[in-house]
């Protein structure tokens, strides 16, 4: 590359990391303060842009309309947050902080639904800003004038919030909230309005975010996961709560993405690497890059080592013979007395039941939160069609290989993993969830890309749905018995120790890396089972399978039923492929209503259904008579 192409896609790439720094300061803001991951943060962007479109049509494409447009859609969206503080958070503030992620998890349901009622399906180009259009040449090479300007604006709002933070009452607030809330709230301060203040600045750095993307690309309603899954990059990278680490991480990720696309192929030695699918991922390599070297990311404060627990998790009751004897007849049953389309959901059911109960797993006894476990369900599912197709193996044996083949990519995962905890283990598992995601999806010629792999179905004694369905409910009813029985080995109760006091157990002879990082292997191969299962029930494959949509609905699934039961993520799992499938069938806006479902099970069950429900039964026996 000539010096020039090399200024240029730097200018690229400092543009594309100003409104990456936009949203991941507001992220990094309400997380320091409030200690909310806000996975509904992606969709305050995809408001901003939206909002941004509309009332640039309303008000006209003047440069008085369109900027007038750009900061009332920012205020607008800033109000929303506020909204969503009030009406939501505010009620769960005092609930573990996974039910507070599955919160605003249906949040993003539900305002992708409004998003889709209120604008449609359709991608919605907006105008170039006026006065803006043209193009400046810099070196012989033309860069568009409105790039020129998001970079000068970048540098501008980290400014505007270092003022607030260091010059202000208000910032000084904020930055002790960082340090020690609880002691904020005792010198008297009003948290709430503290926090819903906090809220609203954060939603509306996102909200401008988006606003400001309007002449550069086309508001959608794919943005919020998307969009969400960049910030949380930034935030970790840069190191959760400093607004510096968010600014330097956006610099780093949006010149490296730029120079990714611009480089394309380049041949070295003879072989020819193809920089521009590195596009995809390039964010999530350096995120693992800065984890594995920097735990706490790049301008991050060391987290403090856990002495105690402070609310030891209550211990885990093993379901009762009988309760499982019921439940699996009433499973070898029901294909008998309906219909054919019953086996198919029941199938799907078990096959999640699994995955879930292998989250479950890593996140109950071990104490690790994953937000990539689609990774080893989607490999499992790979392998399995891969195996059959490509090698020519049986679908027995394809069915049997595949889980190890899931469990050997979790060897190699886990090992970095089991070095961090908290958000940034959360984040190096989507890291790598979201790089074997790119290889599935870009490597055309042995996975198919994006068309995935076809024709994986079972073997011809299997052909009959019903009959899959049982060798489905044996294989997955295995593997979740299992999980169930290791949980309450020596092996499990040292998992459980490492969880609620890491220090102690370390100081009795627990090797807590080498049992997480074996935890890490043994939900691995279940769930690459789970996929396997669920590969050849579709008889397709898709990179769907190992998305972080995938990886979403796993930790829904276990946060509805409840992380402090064994049948939980069983329960979870079934009500929330029921009610999808169901709701999907009758209605466009089927996210929303599952979206009402979850907060409405948060708000009266903050321990997950099955935890509510126990809670409920046990003061009814304790009422008087």
């Not at 640039?56 to 494409?61: A, D, H, K, P, S």
């Not at 988006?210 to 794919?222: D, K, M, S, T, Y």
């Not at 190191?239 to 380049?266: D, H, T, W």
């Not at 989607?378 to 193996?393: E, S, V």
Request: with cysteine; net charge positive; hydrophobic share 60%.
């Amino acid at each position: 590359m000539t010096f020039s192409s090399i200024l240029i896609q730097l200018l690229n790439g400092l543009a594309a990391a100003s409104s990456l720094f936009l949203v991941s300061a507001g992220l990094s803001l309400i997380f320091g303060v409030t200690r909310i991951v806000n996975f509904a943060h992606g969709s305050l962007y995809m408001l901003g842009l939206y909002g941004a479109y509309s009332l640039i049509e309303l008000f006209g494409r003047t440069p008085l309309g369109f900027w007038s447009a750009v900061v009332l859609a920012a205020l607008v969206v800033g109000l929303v947050g506020v909204l969503i503080e009030l009406a939501v958070l505010r009620r769960i503030y005092r609930a573990p902080e996974l039910f507070q992620l599955l919160a605003t998890f249906a949040i993003v349901l539900i305002i992708k639904d409004i998003a889709l009622f209120t604008w449609g399906a359709e991608d919605l180009v907006g105008p170039r800003a006026p006065g803006l259009s043209m193009a400046v040449e810099i070196m012989g090479k033309r860069v568009p004038a409105y790039d020129l300007l998001l970079i000068v604006i970048g540098p501008l709002v980290l400014a505007a919030i270092w003022l607030l933070l260091t010059r202000t009452r208000w910032g000084a607030l904020v930055r002790a909230a960082t340090q020690d809330r609880e002691m904020v709230g005792a010198l008297g301060v009003d948290q709430a309005k503290l926090f819903t203040s906090v809220f609203f600045v954060g939603a509306v750095l996102a909200g401008l975010g988006g606003a400001l993307q309007i002449p550069r690309e086309p508001a959608n309603l794919e943005l919020d996961l998307a969009v969400i899954a960049d910030a949380f990059v930034v935030t970790v990278v840069g190191g959760l709560g400093s607004i510096g680490g968010a600014f330097l991480a956006a610099v780093i990720i949006g010149v490296a993405k730029a120079f990714c696309i611009g480089m394309g192929s380049v041949t070295w030695f003879g072989v020819e690497i193809s920089f521009s699918k590195l596009t995809l991922v390039v964010e999530f390599l350096i995120m693992a890059l800065v984890l594995v070297v920097r735990p706490y990311g790049l301008l991050g404060k060391p987290q403090a080592a856990q002495r105690v627990a402070a609310e030891p998790a209550p211990p885990f009751k093993v379901p009762s013979w009988g309760f499982a004897l019921v439940w699996l007849a009433l499973l070898v049953i029901v294909p008998w007395v309906t219909d054919r389309y019953a086996a198919i959901l029941l199938t799907d059911i078990v096959c999640f039941a699994l995955f879930s109960v292998s989250l479950h797993f890593i996140m109950g006894p071990a104490g690790m939160v994953s937000f990539g476990h689609a990774a080893y369900f989607g490999i499992g599912a790979y392998a399995a069609g891969l195996l059959l197709k490509r090698a020519g193996l049986p679908m027995e044996a394809a069915l049997l290989i595949a889980p190890l083949i899931a469990g050997a990519f979790a060897i190699v995962y886990g090992w970095f993993c089991v070095r961090l905890s908290g958000v940034y283990l959360a984040m190096l598992t989507l890291a790598f969830a979201q790089i074997s995601w790119s290889i599935v999806f870009q490597w055309d010629s042995v996975t198919g890309g994006s068309n995935g792999v076809f024709g994986v179905w079972p073997s011809p004694w299997l052909a009959d749905k019903t009959v899959y369905y049982y060798l489905a409910l044996a294989l997955c009813g295995a593997g979740i018995a299992f999980l169930w029985r290791v949980m309450f080995s020596p092996f499990g109760y040292a998992l459980r120790a490492g969880r609620d006091s890491p220090l102690r157990a370390e100081a009795i002879g627990i090797d807590l890396r080498r049992f997480q990082w074996a935890a890490f292997v043994l939900v691995g191969a279940l769930a690459g089972l789970a996929g396997a299962v669920y590969a050849f029930s579709k008889g397709s494959i898709s990179p769907s399978t190992i998305s972080i949509a995938q990886s979403t609905d796993g930790l829904v699934m276990v946060l509805l039923g409840g992380v402090e039961t064994l049948t939980g993520p069983v329960v979870g799992a079934a009500i929330f492929t029921w009610l999808r499938d169901v709701v999907a069938r009758n209605t466009e806006f089927w996210r929303a209503v599952i979206g009402l479902v979850i907060l409405l099970i948060v708000l009266l069950f903050p321990q997950g259904l099955v935890g509510g429900l126990k809670a409920l039964v046990m003061r009814w026996r304790e009422w008087p008579a």
